[in-house]
């Protein structure tokens, strides 16, 4: 079972208005498009391996914004569906590498239709063995 991190009272929140998913090269991957401050293409990458190494490096999730500058693997405490948009839950060193707040919504009032496909390719990444992500059956 699931258990995602209390959601904190101040959340900074980005509404996707893109949204690409990969499965191949033995990866999946999910990348979220939307406008932040100062950067109107902003995306964030959420990568990780379809098939358990066992090695805890290799099996941590990887998330990189614009570049490989704006990166991080294994820093993600919990990204959770609630309600019906993602909430993202990072380390403190996670957020400094991707120049996020530890604590990050990513709404979908602009391409609510993206929302379920973005659930969906989380569930299959929890499903590798993901811990982290809480999709509680919101598809």
């Known amino acids: 079972m699931n258990h995602a991190a209390?959601?904190?009272?101040?959340?900074?929140?980005f509404d996707v208005v893109e949204l690409f998913v990969g499965d191949d090269d033995g990866m999946l991957w999910?990348?979220?498009g939307f406008a932040s401050l100062g950067e109107p293409l902003d995306v964030l990458h959420i990568v990780c391996g379809k098939t358990p190494t066992g090695i805890l490096e290799e099996d941590a999730l990887y998330l990189e914004r614009t570049s490989q500058d704006l990166a991080c693997s294994g820093e993600v405490l919990a990204l959770a569906v609630r309600g019906n948009c993602l909430a993202l839950t990072l380390t403190p060193e996670g957020a400094g590498a991707l120049e996020l707040p530890e604590h990050t919504r990513f709404t979908f009032k602009a391409q609510p239709a993206l929302f379920s496909e973005a659930v969906g390719l989380l569930a299959q990444m929890a499903a590798v063995g993901h811990a982290c992500i809480a999709t509680?059956?919101?598809l």
């Open 6 to 13: 209390p959601e904190p009272a101040v959340t900074t929140a």
């Open 30 to 32: 999910l990348t979220l």
């Open 136 to 138: 509680n059956g919101g």
